[in-house]
Nanobody, 121 residues
Framework: QVQLVESGGGLVESGGSLRLSCAAS????????MGWYRQAPGKQRELVAI???????TYADSVKGRFTISRDNAKNTSYLQMNSLKPEDTAVHYC???????????????WGQGTQVTVSS
């Protein structure tokens, strides 16, 4: 079994910062990409940022220059540093990871339960 657990969400004023963490645990042989998504009320889930096994990153245009994704492979953990937060960043933030549970197994995508980020104006 593989589990992803997010932490670090909360309420912050506009212009503030938050750091989200996503820790993967359980049967893990290797992790390919790790990503962060978000879903605001009434909207579809959208990609925020993704980092691959070579540390290449991709960001949504709306967060470029404000958010930074990183990973600690020794801890099977990804991070999303969010600076200059805006009210429109308010959403439930989810992490995911593309994981080999065992050697020679098929990779699967796993999701965390989500953490609420609320930015007040």
């Amino acid at each position: 079994q593989v589990q992803l657990v997010e932490s670090g969400g909360g309420l912050v004023e506009s212009g503030g910062s938050l750091r989200l963490s996503c820790a993967a645990s359980g049967s893990i042989f290797s992790i390919n990409y790790m990503g962060w998504y978000r879903q605001a009320p009434g909207k579809q889930r959208e990609l925020v940022a993704i980092i691959d096994s070579g540390d290449s990153t991709t960001y949504a245009d709306s967060v470029k220059g404000r958010f930074t994704i990183s990973r600690d492979n020794a801890k099977n953990t990804s991070y999303l540093q969010m600076n200059s937060l805006k009210p429109e960043d308010t959403a439930v933030h989810y992490c995911n990871a593309n994981i080999h549970p065992r050697a020679f197994s098929v990779r699967s995508v796993y999701w965390g339960q989500g953490t609420q980020v609320t930015v007040s104006s």
